[in-house]
């Protein structure tokens, strides 16, 4: 077989463009990239960054929650000591051991109904919800006494507590999760009808604190010197500051079904309250998403549920280094940007700030700058300009290569 110059010569060309076009396809590519670039709209990166940098969470209370609580202040507020407060009363759905003397037959189990009231034999039925085991025994002596079943001298009677049931209360104000809430619920594994026939029950379920808890934690705008009890259309106001530094936690108010509690906003944030304490949430959901070099997922990226569980109290930083946003090369990675997606307290609007993360490590300890998250705020990472440039090059020549060098071919 005779190779003529020709084929000699059309042989080197092909094998010079098959090397070097899809290479000169790449810094094309990279051309028009940066071309492209300099007209690409720039909301993004302009996305709430102001002049200084700094932002701060406001509270803004709508004028129904404003009306309500200056309704509030306007009532005829009872301020009760704390241990009249913390003494554990009697609510729907308990269940009471009776004993009287020298009267067996009347010993027993009684549950109060859900009007609140013991239903005793041969007797009218006695309201028993709100009232401390002291002044539930002077009840029912007075009221078998006026009805005449017994004399003074056979009316030595005792009850006690024997289960605690679950209730309702409503929770409004400076919570995260404003509304009705079941504290001191049962388990699901414990079989409903087993009351246990020994005197004595305690629980730390049906406090003000479990309330709190229950309707989300208190947040930074809560004013804890100015709470409001309603019970049975009485207002008591209480304060509940000590609660946070974990002081006089015996003291804490107990509940009964139907309780409500105001949680009064201070209008403005304290940092003093973002962190883990007994009225505030143990820990939070935020949602993150990474789907950004160098990792191109979330599974990649390692965010899984107990990267999304935040200690209550973490910041925007925490929340980058648990989304791998933080890390890998220095020169391509270091200008990354992070967004953040939240909310003022008490409105609904979404506030979206960006962080570069040069930033953020510049400014670690200025929460204007790294500002704390909330519960179900989001965060989404960003590449850095010189990963976009590359990507889009690559795109490009990866785009324009294959036709140019079957073009030429």
Not at 68 to 91: G, I, K, N, W
Request: charged share 15%.
């Amino acid at each position: 077989m005779i190779i003529s110059p020709q084929s000699i010569i059309t042989l080197g060309i092909q094998g010079m463009f098959t090397t070097y076009l899809p290479r000169i396809a790449s810094i094309f590519g990279l051309l028009i990239s940066v071309s492209a670039c300099s007209v690409m709209p720039k909301h993004l990166d302009n996305a709430g960054e102001e002049t200084d940098h700094t932002f701060h969470r406001s509270v803004r209370l709508d004028n129904q929650t404003v009306t309500t609580f200056r309704a509030l202040q306007q009532q005829q507020l009872v301020t009760a000591s704390d241990v009249e407060m913390s003494t554990p009363r009697f609510s729907r759905g308990d269940w009471v051991k009776m004993k009287i003397q020298t009267m067996p037959n009347y010993d027993g189990l009684y549950q109060i109904n859900a009007a609140g009231e013991m239903e005793i034999p041969f007797s009218d039925p006695l309201l028993a919800a709100g009232l401390d085991r002291r002044n539930l025994i002077r009840a029912l002596q007075s009221s078998l006494l006026r009805q005449g079943w017994f004399h003074d001298d056979q009316t030595m009677l005792d009850v006690s507590l024997v289960r605690a049931s679950s209730i309702q209360v409503t929770v409004f104000g400076a919570v995260f999760s404003q509304g009705q809430v079941t504290i001191n619920g049962q388990p699901a594994t414990k079989p409903q009808d087993t009351v246990q026939h020994e005197t004595g029950s305690f629980t730390t379920g049906r406090n003000l604190a479990a309330a709190l808890r229950a309707a989300g934690g208190i947040r930074p705008d809560a004013d804890l010197r100015n709470v409001i009890l309603k019970r049975h259309g009485v207002f008591y106001l209480l304060n509940i500051h000590n609660l946070v530094d974990g002081e006089h936690y015996q003291t804490v108010p107990t509940l009964i079904q139907g309780d409500e509690i105001y949680v009064a906003s201070r209008g403005e944030e304290d940092t003093h309250l973002i962190r883990p304490t007994s009225i505030t949430p143990p820990g939070m959901r935020v949602l993150m998403s990474n789907l950004t070099a160098p990792a191109l997922s979330n599974a990649q990226s390692a965010i899984s549920t107990d990267a999304t569980r935040l200690a209550y109290g973490a910041s925007l930083l925490d929340a980058a280094i648990s989304a791998n946003c933080i890390g890998g090369t220095h020169n391509a990675n270091a200008s990354r940007s992070i967004l953040l997606i939240t909310r003022h307290h008490g409105s609904t609007q979404q506030v979206v700030i960006r962080r570069s993360i040069n930033q953020l490590l510049a400014n670690a300890s200025d929460y204007a700058v790294n500002p704390y998250l909330m519960p179900d705020d989001g965060v989404a990472c960003y590449d850095s300009r010189f990963t976009n440039l590359r990507d889009v090059a690559r795109g490009v020549g990866e785009l324009f290569g294959p036709i140019l060098l079957g073009g030429i071919l």
